[in-house]
């Protein structure tokens, strides 16, 4: 089994995790090792390992910098995975794809579900769109996860930031006007094993994060209460807030398809909160 992205939070999770897993024989690369902007270095990886699965849990994932780095972020979010699904076509390995709620404009009120039209905000949002529809015209067996709001205690991220922000000042000041629902990284790795565990036998596009329905400033709060930290939270509005990147006001997952068809039910938002400020707690 291969994974790529090695060193950003999904991959660190999986990597934490695979030994776990004493029947799959897994080979993590990181860019050095498979640089998803080169696709003429693909096939050598299929030739070398013959996966019988292949998680591409590597992206472009800076969604401001994606609306100026264009080039790259097409060829590591959109290109990239039409290559590798073809290569999985051809090997017969099976394909697990993680994309992203930015997909969805943000328009809706009701959690969107996996066939809902798309129309992406930004940039980044276009990449991963394509490299969705890329992958599933190139090999239909394909599965994809789209996935929101990823935390962990590796890597960047929103978890890690507020917790150092609020540490460094009396107050700081939080979107309240974009609502989602957080995933943990570690979740997100088990559902993936647990999806290949159950013979991955469903295809096409999935939706996973953890349960519940928040604001960034919402989850700021918890960050905070639940670290026992004092720091004041303000909430102010996406206009006080500018970014380069536009950003769905609304982009819930509805994650009916995955409970369905592989009984995976996530687990609510602010136990696997705890549980992730806990583990930092304990690497600190
Ligand atoms: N983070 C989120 O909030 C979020 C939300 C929705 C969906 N997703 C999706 O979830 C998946 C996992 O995201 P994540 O949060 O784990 O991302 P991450 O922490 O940013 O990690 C991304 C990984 O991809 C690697 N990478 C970037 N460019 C590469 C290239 N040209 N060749 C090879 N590797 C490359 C990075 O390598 P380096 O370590 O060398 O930089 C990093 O290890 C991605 O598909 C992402 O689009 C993420």
Known sequence: MIVTGKNGQLGSELLDIHMSYPGYKFVFLDRNQLDLAK???????????????????????????????????MAVNGIAPGKIATLCREYGAKLIHISTDYVFDGNGTAPYMPDQATHPL????????KGEESALA???????????????AYGHNFVKTMLRLMSER????????QYGA???????????????????????????????????????RAIRDLAGLTCAVNE???ADFP??????????LDKGSLIRDY????????????????YLQRLA
């Not at 957080?182 to 596009?205: C, E, F, N, S």
């Not at 970014?243 to 819930?252: E, G, I, L, M, N």
Request: glycine share 8%; with cysteine.
């Open 39 to 73: 696709p003429e270095q693909f096939e050598a990886i299929f030739e070398q390992y013959k996966p019988a699965f292949f998680i591409n849990a590597g992206a472009y994932t800076a969604v401001d910098k994606a609306e100026t780095e264009k080039e790259l972020a």
């Open 122 to 129: 930004n940039y980044y949002g276009q990449t991963k769109l």
């Open 138 to 152: 190139h090999n239909p067996g394909t599965i994809i996860i789209r996935t929101a709001w990823v935390y962990s």
């Open 170 to 177: 009396p107050s700081i000041n939080v979107v309240g006007d």
């Open 182 to 220: 957080p995933t943990y990284a570690r979740d997100l790795a088990l559902a993936i094993m647990d999806i290949i565990g159950k013979g991955a036998a469903h295809q096409g596009i999935y939706h996973f994060s953890n349960e519940g329905k928040i604001s960034w400033y919402d989850f700021a």
């Open 236 to 238: 102010i509005t996406t």
């Open 243 to 252: 970014t380069p990147a536009k950003r769905p006001a609304y982009s819930v």
């Open 263 to 278: 009984g995976i039910q996530p687990r609510d938002w602010q136990v696997a909160l705890k549980e992730c400020l806990g």
